[in-house]
């Protein structure tokens, strides 16, 4: 929220960023902050410092951990736990393994359906592939995160082999004369020749496009395939010094000050 004039009211998201305020307040008795991205997602570059954050909220600190309006995340967190208090669309992530899982493929290929969109669920939907490759680099093989990378790319391109078609729900979404920007067209040339290619479009194949309010979905069903292709840190995801440990601890802690 921005600094605003004495002089006039306040506009209605004004009023819902104070309220917000005063709700976190009367949560806890620390002050939580929301990053630079946060505030972009409504569209504004607004950044209030923060001594004035403080001077606005008395007597409190900020807060440098965990945020008590989320729900609460064991010391050593798994990725299940992570799916269970973190990701926000788990429905998607596990009607597409499932359709893996029923077609008989590799448990390789489950678990890349079964983690295709965490960066959506967990992050951010730019670049979502891209993210959640990253996310789960240093924990599954490497033909798993190639997929979940390429697969954002290959959405966009037939392959008529497959039977996968341009799905029309993007045509719905983004407009018959959409076309996917160049660095999308070169990831999609690049994945073709390569030797994880079907595991990606696999995802592709597999990724369904809305939610099925009948499917009977349930995490158990993959505990033990995350089990077997998972590397879980015995420390716990964020507290294992990986190159990915820091996006783990910031999902774990989203409005943490630094
Ligand atoms: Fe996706
Ligand atoms: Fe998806």
Known sequence: ???????????LSEQADELE???MNELNDKIATKSALFNMGDGTLDYVGGAELQARNPGKYFLMGADPRLPKMPDKPTLIDFFKHRFVSMNH???SATLALKAGHDEKVVLACLLHDVGVAGFIRCDHGYWGAQLIEPYVDEEVSWAVRVHQALRFFPDETLGYK???MYVKYFGPDYKP???????????????YYMTARLICVNDIYA??????????????????HFKQPKEGLGFDNTPSSHMWRTLMWPTRFL
Do not use: C, W
């Open 1 to 11: 929220m921005g600094p605003h004039a004495a002089s006039r009211p306040l506009t």
């Open 21 to 23: 305020e005063k709700m």
């Open 93 to 95: 992530l596990l009607q």
């Open 166 to 168: 341009y799905p029309d």
């Open 181 to 195: 920007e160049p660095y999308i067209v070169e990831e999609y040339k690049r994945a073709r020749g390569h030797k």
């Open 211 to 228: 939610f099925d309010p009948d499917a009977k979905v349930n995490l158990d069903n993959f505990v033990d395939i995350i089990g077997r």
